[in-house]
């Protein structure tokens, strides 16, 4: 976007459109701390989501990338919804 100094980018379904992204959009998503987004994570996916108790895995976020190691019953649906999370660059549940 920056290089073709694109500002806005529309979000079409079934050939409607339904919103606009902007740039700064992006950025904001994706400018969060680490921290931010293992809060995010423990409350919104392990907690609310999946039912589970946080404290009972162990999660570390650097640079966006995500360790998450714990016993999931399906860790490929816990890596879904983590990949979910804004900010979130890649997910390892173990």
Do not use: Q, Y
């Amino acid at each position: 976007m920056v290089e073709r100094r694109v500002n806005r980018l529309p979000v079409v379904e079934d050939d409607r459109l339904v919103g606009i992204v902007t740039r700064a959009d992006l950025v904001r998503a994706f400018n969060r701390s680490d921290a931010e987004i293992a809060a995010e994570i423990r409350e919104r996916v392990l907690l609310e989501t999946m039912w589970l108790d946080p404290s009972e895995f162990d999660l570390t976020v650097k640079a966006g990338d995500v360790t998450l190691t714990g016993k999931f019953e399906d860790p490929e649906v816990v890596e879904s919804f983590v990949r979910r999370i804004p900010g979130v660059v890649s997910v390892d549940c173990r």
